[in-house]
Every structure is written in structure tokens, then in C-alpha cells.
């Protein structure tokens, strides 16, 4: 298999993740305002977006292939787009999920930006989730 590849993705390229998303049937989609990620061999195989908010980062739309799930991809490009990361980044998670962001530096959120609570408690009214943050 070749090698895997992370990187910011330019804003001419923004819609190979969105057709990325769809054809996974994925409802995700990118934020014009993000840094989009992405993880590749020859093609797109993992994306997520980076959006700046307040004082740091919204880690958001992190989706895998799912055919290429539990193999490290996702840890691989988390790292890569937050190795430069000097703020504060946040996102929300199912609760299942938190082992696997604890392993990746994030823990519980004692509070958020205010934009991120409002959307959280949004969020909440249809999905179990929780907020983390590194």
C-alpha cells in the first residue's frame, strides 16, 4: 500500500472532500471558513475541518472511510493538523468516542466559547454528545 499523506487541503480543492463525503453517503460537508484536512493514498480516504472559533479551533466533519476504519487513520491525521495547533481546540463527540479522543490529548470541557455552547446545546436536543478539548 503507498503511503499515507496528511495535509491542509487549498480552498480549489475543497470540493473533492465534499464529493469524499457524499460518496460515503456521509451528511458532513466542508466549512468554507475551515482549514480542511485530509488523509490520502492516491485518494481522499479521511477529512476534517479545523474552523477557527473564538480563541482557538473547532475540530469538526472527521470522518474515515469505512472500509478503512481501526487503522490508525484518523489518530494519524488528527495529529498531523493539530501539530501546529497553539490554541485551544474543541469538539463534540459521542460519548463512545471519548476513549479514543482521551488518547489523542482531549479531555472533558469545564466550558466553551460561547458560540460552541449555543451549538452544543442545539446539538443536544437530537444527539448524545459531549464536548472535549486540548
Same mark, same amino acid.
Given at each position: 500500500?503507498?503511503?499515507?499523506?496528511?495535509?491542509?487541503?487549498?480552498?480549489?480543492?475543497?470540493?473533492?472532500?465534499?464529493?469524499?463525503?457524499?460518496?460515503?453517503?456521509?451528511?458532513?460537508?466542508?466549512?468554507?471558513?475551515?482549514?480542511?484536512?485530509?488523509?490520502?493514498?492516491?485518494?481522499?480516504?479521511?477529512?476534517?475541518?479545523?474552523?477557527?472559533?473564538?480563541?482557538?479551533?473547532?475540530? !469538526?466533519?472527521?470522518?474515515?472511510?469505512?472500509?478503512?476504519?481501526?487503522?490508525?487513520?484518523?489518530?494519524?491525521?488528527?495529529?498531523?493538523?493539530?501539530?501546529?495547533?497553539?490554541?485551544?481546540?474543541?469538539?463534540?463527540?459521542?460519548?463512545?468516542?471519548?476513549?479514543?479522543?482521551? !488518547?489523542?490529548?482531549?479531555?472533558?470541557?469545564?466550558?466553551?466559547?460561547?458560540?460552541?455552547?449555543?451549538?452544543?446545546?442545539?446539538?443536544?436536543?437530537?444527539?448524545?454528545?459531549?464536548?472535549?478539548?486540548?
Amino acid at each position: 500500500m503507498p503511503d499515507l499523506h496528511c495535509r491542509a487541503l487549498p480552498a480549489p480543492l475543497l470540493p473533492l472532500v465534499d464529493a469524499f463525503y457524499r460518496a460515503h453517503r456521509s451528511p458532513m460537508r466542508t466549512d468554507r471558513q475551515a482549514q480542511v484536512w485530509v488523509a490520502q493514498y492516491t485518494t481522499i480516504v479521511a477529512a476534517l475541518c479545523l474552523r477557527p472559533i473564538a480563541d482557538g479551533y473547532w475540530l !469538526n466533519s472527521l470522518f474515515v472511510a469505512p472500509t478503512l476504519r481501526r487503522q490508525g487513520l484518523a489518530r494519524q491525521l488528527i495529529a498531523q493538523a493539530l501539530a501546529q495547533a497553539d490554541k485551544p481546540v474543541w469538539l463534540f463527540c459521542d460519548p463512545e468516542l471519548h476513549s479514543f479522543y482521551a !488518547n489523542q490529548g482531549f479531555a472533558p470541557c469545564a466550558s466553551l466559547p460561547a458560540a460552541l455552547a449555543e451549538r452544543l446545546v442545539r446539538y443536544q436536543r437530537t444527539k448524545d454528545l459531549i464536548a472535549l478539548c486540548r
